[in-house]
């Protein structure tokens, strides 16, 4: 079965709103949590990651959040843009030898 | 750009033909992973090479197989291949071999098979 699993498959929201994607993994020793972005045509691209000894990080108008205990962690973005649009993949590190990834959530920023 | 050049961009072949799938990492990276993209689907790992050597298997099909030159560069083999196998094929590079590094895409092969 998946190892990581994210929700929502698909977002749309108004320019200036927020998005949150979440995601939930089964490995307790996974503690590297990269998201990655996908535009049309191109590969995925890192746009944050956080590690299992923080909780929060912030990037900008980007933060994730990570619970350890409930093994899941979230996306927010804050002040969507029409260029937010795009696919974001959540993804955990698996047995200490790969990247699992979520399937994806299709974000559509409305102007 | 990620550093990571992966060729051809597209390629469309018959059902029974074997291709070949090319990625150079990015300067300095030693590691090497392979994923499949299916239409509307995540990723799925496929192999990784780290420095020459074959790290860890994903879902990897028995048609298909890898390997990664003394230059680092890396090869994705798909032989007798059937209608299932049309995705996009990524190559990701990182520093180490460890999964708690960031992995650096390259914009993918787009597989046909007709």
């Known amino acids: 079965g998946e190892n990581v699993e994210q929700h929502p498959s698909t977002l749309s929201v108004q320019e200036g709103d927020s998005a949150v994607i979440k995601c939930t993994y089964s490995?307790?020793?996974?503690?590297?949590f990269p998201w990655y972005k996908q535009e049309l045509g191109k590969g995925p691209q890192l746009i944050i990651d956080i590690r299992s000894n923080v909780g929060e990080k912030k990037d900008q108008r980007i933060a994730v959040t990570l619970n350890k205990t409930a093994k899941h962690f979230s996306l927010h973005i804050t002040e969507t843009q029409p260029e937010d649009s795009a696919v974001y993949f959540c993804a955990a590190s698996y047995n200490n030898n790969d990247m699992r990834f979520g399937a994806g959530t299709r974000l559509t920023v409305k102007p | 750009d990620s550093g990571v050049t992966q060729t051809p961009k597209h390629l469309i072949t018959a059902t029974g033909q074997r291709v070949t799938l090319r990625c150079s990492p990015r300067?300095?990276?030693?590691?090497v992973y392979w994923y499949q993209q299916s239409l509307d689907q995540g990723l799925q790992f496929l192999i990784q090479y780290y420095n020459g050597e074959e790290r860890a298997k994903g879902n990897i099909l028995e048609r298909f197989s890898a390997q990664q030159f003394p230059d680092l560069h890396s090869e994705l083999n798909l032989s007798s291949l059937e209608l299932g196998d049309s995705a996009l094929y990524f190559c990701a590079s990182s520093l180490i071999d460890n999964p708690n590094s960031p992995l650096h895409f390259g914009n993918g092969t787009r597989l046909t098979v007709t």
């Open positions: 490995d307790s020793a996974s503690n590297y």
């Open positions: 300067s300095g990276d030693l590691s």
